[in-house]
Structures are given as C-alpha cells and as structure tokens.
C-alpha cells in the first residue's frame, strides 16, 4: 500500500515559490525583493499568505526586513553560524558524543586538507601560525587553558575556511562547532591537560609544513593520526569522569543527573573543545 506525504501549508508552498521567484529573478545577497502587491500578483498569495512566507524565510535566514523609507524585505546569504544553529536544533535531543563526533572528523579532516593543498598563501599560513602561537607554551592558569583549547579549534576552522568544496567544508565544520558546545568538554577542561596541548600542537606543526611543500598525502596522514589521538586522549579523560561520577553515587547507584547532562551539548554556548 502506497503512503502519500503530509499535505504541505499553504505558506510552505509560497515560500519555496519565493525561493524559486530569487533564483529565477538572479536575485542575490543585498537585492531587494519587489514590493508585496508585487509578489501577490506573481504568486497568486494573499497578502497574509505572503507576509507569513516571507516571515519563515527570514527565520531560516534566507532574507532580512528592514523597516523605514527605505526598508523592505532583502536577500541574506544564511551564515556558517546561522547554518550551525539549525543544525544544532536537529541534534537537540540526540546530541551526538565524542565518540561519534571524532569517527566522522576522522573521515573527514584528511580529505579536507588534501583538498586544499596548494590552495595556501604566505597570508594563510601566517594565520594558522598566529593562531598556534597562543598554545605553543604550557599555560599560566586554567583560564588560559581554556582559551588554548578553543585556539586549537580555531586552527581547524582556518584549515575549513580555505576548503574550495562547500559541502565539505559545511560538513567539518559542524563537528568542530560541536566539540565548542560539548558539555563533556567543559568538564575536561575544568583540569590541567598538558599531554593534549602538547601532542596536538606537534601534530600541527607536522601538517603545516606537509602543506607547505604541497604534499597531499602527508598532510592527509597527519590529520588522520592527530584525530585517531585526540580522539584517544579525549575517550579517556571522558572515561575518567565517567568513573569519577559513578564512584561519587556509588558503584550500584544509577548514573547522576549530571552525569547524563554530560552526555549532551547546549547549542548557544561557546566552550573550548578539542
């Protein structure tokens, strides 16, 4: 027996129509969308049809309103944090664990320098240095610390920046915006971790001068073992916590509620991962 899809709202429909109406118009980001009349007459919406359509797009982030003698509705592009947001409202309730987010950056950070491999100028590589400089010395307090892990994570960023493939780049780069908001991650680095620091930063240094020379299939194998380590290090100061939480409630006692809170992220705050 065929199944058919739930019958879409009226203002769904006219919202992918104003999609379609930007795209065949070659409106782009900054353009003004024509007046309401306008878009009632091309569409054949009302006028509160079409108001509620262009309210959706503004919260999926596709146009902006402006208000006075020169307001209207205009094109936005959707930006990497915007994209991130709704992402991060999908996994809300099934936020994903280290664990998971480390085997899809194991897969996907070696591609993603190989492809931009001879795609780095003397400019980009005085960022990725400028950015390692805040972590290559052991830390003077644990705020500062923390402020090394979340550069670490800025140094990955950077490699994302220069992906010449958009789905690629959108597709690492969630999981290293997941590791900033990982609740897990702002227990660990509530302590001391100096192995961390000092292995990635090695690793780094590694990868930068793979890069360099224009070597593709280096500079892929050193992401590959900088993410199988961390990934490690990681596993096993979460398994730490683990432990300490559990002997906390005692060794039958189920796990706390601020255990479980662990296992999750909060989408909004900005936390150092790894």
Same mark, same amino acid.
């Given at each position: 027996?065929?199944?058919?899809?739930?019958?879409?709202?009226?203002?769904?429909?006219?919202?992918?129509?104003?999609k379609?109406?930007?795209?065949?118009?070659g409106l782009?980001?900054?353009d003004?969308?024509?007046?309401e009349?306008h878009?009632?007459? @091309?569409?054949?919406a009302?006028k509160?049809?079409?108001?509620? @359509?262009?309210?959706?797009?503004?919260?999926?982030?596709?146009?902006?309103?402006?208000?006075?003698?020169k307001?209207?509705?205009?094109?936005?592009?959707?930006?990497?944090?915007?994209s991130m947001?709704?992402?991060g409202n999908?996994?809300?309730?099934?936020?994903? $664990?280290i664990?998971?987010?480390?085997e899809v950056?194991?897969?996907l950070?070696?591609a993603?320098v @190989?492809?931009i $491999?001879?795609?780095?100028?003397?400019?980009?590589?005085?960022?990725?240095?400028a950015?390692m400089?805040?972590?290559?010395?052991?830390?003077?307090?644990l705020d500062? &610390?923390?402020?090394q892990?979340?550069k670490?994570?800025?140094?990955?960023?950077?490699?994302?920046e220069?992906?010449p493939?958009p789905?690629?780049?959108?597709?690492?780069?969630?999981?290293?915006?997941?590791?900033m908001?990982?609740?897990?991650?702002?227990?660990?680095?509530?302590?001391?971790?100096? &192995?961390?620091?000092?292995?990635?930063h090695?690793?780094q240094?590694?990868l930068?001068?793979?890069?360099?020379?224009?070597?593709?299939?280096r500079?892929?194998?050193?992401?590959a073992?900088?993410?199988r380590?961390?990934q490690?290090?990681m596993e096993?100061?979460?398994?730490?916590?683990?432990?300490?939480?559990?002997?906390?409630g005692g060794?039958?006692?189920?796990?706390?509620?601020e255990?479980?809170?662990?296992?999750g992220?909060?989408?909004?705050?900005? $936390?150092?991962?790894?």
């Amino acid at each position: 027996m065929s199944t058919s899809s739930p019958r879409r709202k009226r203002t769904e429909v006219i919202a992918e129509a104003l999609k379609d109406y930007i795209a065949e118009q070659g409106l782009i980001p900054g353009d003004r969308l024509p007046q309401e009349q306008h878009l009632i007459d @091309a569409l054949g919406a009302s006028k509160g049809t079409i108001r509620e @359509a262009l309210r959706a797009l503004e919260s999926q982030g596709l146009i902006q309103t402006r208000t006075g003698p020169k307001g209207g509705a205009f094109i936005a592009e959707v930006s990497a944090d915007r994209s991130m947001e709704l992402l991060g409202n999908y996994f809300f309730f099934r936020p994903p $664990t280290i664990h998971d987010i480390y085997e899809v950056r194991k897969q996907l950070e070696p591609a993603l320098v @190989a492809s931009i $491999t001879g795609l780095l100028d003397a400019e980009a590589f005085a960022g990725l240095e400028a950015v390692m400089a805040y972590y290559d010395h052991p830390p003077a307090t644990l705020d500062e &610390e923390r402020t090394q892990r979340h550069k670490e994570l800025e140094f990955h960023l950077l490699l994302v920046e220069h992906c010449p493939n958009p789905l690629l780049a959108l597709m690492c780069r969630y999981p290293i915006r997941l590791l900033m908001n990982h609740t897990v991650c702002q227990r660990i680095y509530q302590h001391p971790y100096p &192995e961390l620091r000092q292995r990635g930063h090695g690793y780094q240094q590694q990868l930068i001068a793979a890069l360099r020379d224009g070597d593709a299939e280096r500079a892929s194998r050193v992401m590959a073992d900088h993410m199988r380590d961390a990934q490690s290090l990681m596993e096993a100061r979460e398994a730490m916590l683990e432990k300490t939480f559990f002997k906390a409630g005692g060794a039958a006692s189920p796990p706390s509620r601020e255990y479980l809170a662990l296992q999750g992220h909060w989408p909004g705050k900005s $936390t150092p991962g790894t």
